[in-house]
């Protein structure tokens, strides 16, 4: 063997070891995520904190409570914006709504919905379609700060341009600027829009089914789930739907090809929008 | 048991890589029966689509790669706009939506060096026009691992930074012209172990 393959091998007992040590210590279970990953942003901790080696950072993973929490920020990627992909919201405008109209009441599941900007955007979607006030949302991730900073509804003003945008490109007619106020660095999502919203932590690995949901919006979340685990997901998610109910994922996720498959119907290949068959 | 040297290529291009590739697509087209994995730089926009612009050509099976895909035999994936495209042990594709690297999503280097670790001294991997650095590390760690390293000649490049840089940081294989490479690469493919 060469150096550098001597050195990966190491590399690689050490990923299997940290993964293991948060399991075991914290019940934090990334073992069902992609390794590459997971291994890429345990090397990107170890070079910016300066590690030595990825043995010296399980060493931490059990004594120091404090770089636990580093590492797990680094692990999970948080990116969303408001109407993130507009395509998609502009099918659910177009397509979904009218299907939620016709129940009594609407339950929606954002399953790793992260800073928030998912939530609001769908929000204003159903307050325009005259639904929202019948609707009770579930927000939920695993990540308790990304979920604080959810709740607070409070965004950065110099993406509001792009936001703009992609709510117009979703097919929005009002003013988007009705739906926050704004100061000097930031804008305030309005309350209103949060009124039918519970934050709450869940864990997708770990933790159980939601009930007769109509509409689960998962984004963006799967992509860093293995097969195995991804199948898994799919499977909550289907038994957490009513029949007829839809699912959406994000645009480079699919159905196709995992043991759920045959369960729903496709709405839209390309928007990965699926229905639960009846 | 006779098996074929080289399991998989993978190649990185960016200003100028289009052209590049239909050439040496069009080249090598036939005698593909391994998989080849291609990181080209592109934005995202609405024909930012590489797998729908390639597919038809030559017959050969090229798709965008997906989450969790197994890598097939004699078909090309093409990494989409914004993900980083990389290869996991179980040889199944991942897509990363993290941070760009030296300004680039998807970004050579880390196709390169995951697909290096995975197929190890089976792995050829080829650097084309850019203007860019992008590229040069994931050689490094091809070359490292027991790889084949191809460069497209400077001179012919239509953008000639990336090639050079690559060629400064690795001492490669087989520098060429896409007609060049692309023989090259027939003969390669048609070794066996
Ligand atoms: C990239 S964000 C997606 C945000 C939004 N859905 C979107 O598409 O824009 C991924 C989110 O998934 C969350 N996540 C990752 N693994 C999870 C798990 N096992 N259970 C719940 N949430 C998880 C992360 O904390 C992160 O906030």
Not at chain 1, 55 to 74: A, C, G, T, V
Not at chain 1, 169 to 182: H, N, V
Not at chain 1, 219 to 227: A, D, E, T
Not at chain 2, 72 to 83: M, S
Request: proline share 3%; net charge negative; with cysteine.
């Amino acid at each position: 063997m060469t150096d550098r393959e001597i050195e990966l091998e190491n590399e690689n007992i050490e990923v299997e070891l940290l993964i293991e040590a948060l399991v075991k210590k914290h019940g934090f279970d990334f073992r069902d995520y992609s390794r590459v990953h997971i291994k890429r942003r345990i090397l990107e901790v170890k070079q910016r904190l300066r590690y030595e080696s990825i043995s010296m950072m399980i060493k931490d993973i059990i004594y120091d409570r404090e770089f636990l929490n580093k590492l797990l920020l680094s692990f999970s990627i948080n990116y969303t914006e408001m109407f993130r992909d507009p395509d998609v919201y502009l099918f659910m405008r177009n397509e979904i709504i009218d299907l939620l109209r016709t129940f009594p009441f609407v339950k929606i599941w954002h399953a790793g919905c992260s800073t928030g900007e998912e939530v609001y955007s769908l929000a204003i979607m159903l307050k325009e379609a005259g639904i929202y006030n019948k609707t009770q949302i579930y927000a939920t991730d695993f990540n308790d700060k990304v979920l604080k900073m959810a709740e607070d509804g409070i965004y950065p003003i110099e993406y509001v341009k792009n936001y703009t945008s992609n709510y117009q490109q979703a097919g929005g007619k009002e003013s988007f600027s009705d739906y926050y106020i704004a100061d000097d660095n930031n804008v305030i999502m309005d309350s209103s829009l949060r009124k039918k919203v519970v934050f709450a932590n869940h864990n997708l690995v770990t933790d159980g089914v939601f009930g007769e949901i109509h509409l689960i919006m998962c984004r963006n979340v799967l992509i860093y789930f293995n097969k195995n685990l991804q199948d898994r997901v799919l499977h909550l998610f289907k038994d957490s739907l009513c029949n007829g109910g839809v699912l959406c994922l994000g645009t480079k996720e699919t159905i196709e090809n995992s043991t759920a498959e045959s369960d729903f119907e496709t709405l839209d290949k390309k928007l990965k929008i699926y229905r639960l068959k009846y | 048991m006779v098996r074929l040297k080289y399991q998989a290529v993978v190649i990185g291009a960016s200003a100028g890589g289009i052209e590049s590739f239909k050439k040496l697509l069009e080249e090598i087209g036939d005698f593909l029966d391994i998989p080849v994995m291609i990181v080209q730089h592109i934005k995202k926009s609405k024909n930012s689509n590489l797998a729908e612009l390639f597919s038809g050509m030559s017959g050969l099976n090229v798709r965008e790669a997906a989450p969790n895909e197994p890598v097939l035999p004699a078909t090309i994936y093409f990494a989409p706009a914004d993900y980083h495209l990389a290869v996991e042990q179980g040889r199944t594709l991942t897509l990363l939506a993290t941070e760009p690297i030296n300004y680039s999503r998807p970004s050579i280097d880390v196709l390169f060096k995951t697909a290096a670790e995975v197929y190890r001294e089976s792995l050829i991997g080829i650097v084309l026009t850019g203007s860019s650095h992008d590229g040069a590390e994931g050689l490094a760690q091809i070359r490292d691992l027991g790889g084949c390293t191809i460069v497209q000649s400077p001179d012919e490049a239509e953008y000639s930074i990336m090639p050079l840089a690559a060629l400064k940081r690795v001492d490669t294989s087989f520098t060429g012209t896409i007609k060049e490479i692309a023989d090259y690469l027939k003969k390669q493919l048609a070794d066996t172990v």
